[in-house]
Nanobody, 115 residues
Framework: QVQLVESGGGLVQPGGSLRLSCAAS????????MGWYRQAPGKERELVATITTNRNTNYADSMKGRFTISRDNIKNTVYLQMNSLKPEDTAVYYCSAYQLGIPYWGKGTLVTVSS
């Protein structure tokens, strides 16, 4: 079993920045693609970005140029640098990771963008 714990969420003003982190622990054999998803109130969960073990990245169109995903394969940690935040970025952000074809999820961290 793999546990994922997110951190770094909080309240930020429009135009501000936040950096989310997600560390994997537990029975780690071979962590594959890691990613971030988000779910805003009343909406479905949506992709933010993913990153492979070779650091190939994929972003949702609305996040391109503002968000940057990265990872540390030694620490089994994935990061999300979020810049130029907008009120519509307000959501619970979830970390995901695949291991041997099985997806694991964190419990989420709340990001609120408001003045």
């Amino acid at each position: 079993q793999v546990q994922l714990v997110e951190s770094g969420g909080g309240l930020v003003q429009p135009g501000g920045s936040l950096r989310l982190s997600c560390a994997a622990s537990g029975r780690i054999l071979s962590i594959g693609t890691m990613g971030w998803y988000r779910q805003a109130p009343g909406k479905e969960r949506e992709l933010v970005a993913t990153i492979t073990t070779n650091r190939n990245t994929n972003y949702a169109d609305s996040m391109k140029g503002r968000f940057t995903i990265s990872r540390d394969n030694i620490k089994n940690t994935v990061y999300l640098q979020m810049n130029s935040l907008k009120p519509e970025d307000t959501a619970v952000y979830y970390c995901s990771a695949y291991q041997l074809g099985i997806p694991y999820w964190g419990k989420g961290t709340l990001v609120t963008v408001s003045s």
